[in-house]
């Protein structure tokens, strides 16, 4: 797949209601091109705003992170592949045999859709990651780690911090996606992401797609946040 640089901003419509999503999307218009829908819109709107974006050729991030045995995950992957999504995701920690069985699932559908691993949340410090998992790796190795299991088993790329997106693709290639939250503009929070970037240094440090909420949804304008963040993008890319 090309990545088409319009694409490369992510809004998560984190809501809980469809009349705020039709307001701010209809308001972003043209700018924005993929919406990420993740557990708490999906659930609060049963879905439907799935239909809304597909009804305004917008592509559609399906953020449910399925995180089950093989079958259940596969078959979960399946209403993904059915909705035509742009892309979906499952956690890297289900293991390989999932992973790969969810892609099986993909290839059998003839389906378009990216299946994308998620890594390590980026709300997670290093501290709490060793202490949570054990593990004496650190939340950036802990990522690469899982992002190269999921190349092996025939994902699309993987959700990860821009701080580890470089090393990711470095090992996993060229086209193995990098999607990335914890990605804050100077001018907004940094709110509960822990391992942020700003825009710019996001994609000079080899993020394909930036995935960005509250520094958009709850500022008071916007577009111009938007505009700055598309800006910044474009600087970034002339870095690369
Ligand atoms: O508001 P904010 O820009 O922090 O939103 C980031 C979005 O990315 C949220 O919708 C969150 O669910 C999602 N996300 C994340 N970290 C991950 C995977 C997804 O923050 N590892």
Redesign the pocket.
């Known amino acids: 797949m090309i990545l088409n640089n319009c694409d490369r901003l992510i809004v998560?419509l984190?809501y809980t209601n469809l009349n705020d999503v039709k307001k701010i999307v209809t308001s972003i218009g043209d700018k924005v091109n993929v919406y990420?829908v993740?557990?708490?819109l999906f659930l609060n709107t049963r879905g439907e705003a799935i239909d809304y974006l597909h009804s305004l050729n917008k592509k559609v991030f399906l953020?449910l992170?399925f995180h089950d045995i093989p079958n259940t995950t596969a078959m979960a992957s399946l209403f993904a592949i059915k909705e035509k999504v742009f892309m979906f995701?499952v956690h890297c920690s289900i293991g390989v045999t999932a992973m790969e069985k969810v892609v099986t699932t993909i290839k059998t559908s003839n389906s378009n859709s990216l299946c994308i691993g998620?890594?390590?949340?980026?709300?997670f410090s290093d501290k709490e990651i060793m202490e949570q998992f054990k593990t004496s790796l650190n939340a950036s190795e802990l990522a690469t780690h899982l992002a190269v299991q999921s190349k092996n088993a025939g994902l699309n790329g993987v959700?990860?911090?821009p701080i580890e997106a470089k090393k990711i693709k470095n090992l996993c290639g060229n086209d193995f996606y990098t999607i990335c939250?914890?990605?804050?503009p100077s001018f907004a929070s940094v709110?509960?992401?822990k391992r942020i970037m700003t825009p710019k240094d996001a994609i000079k440090n080899g993020a394909d797609f930036l995935?960005?909420?509250?520094?958009?949804?709850?500022s008071h304008d916007p577009i111009k946040a938007i505009d700055l963040i598309i800006n910044e993008i474009e600087e970034g890319l002339l870095l690369c």
């Open positions: 998560a984190d990420k993740g557990l708490e953020d992170k995701n998620v890594t390590v949340l980026t709300s959700v990860c911090s939250p914890g990605v804050r709110d509960d992401q995935v960005i909420g509250r520094p958009i949804t709850k």
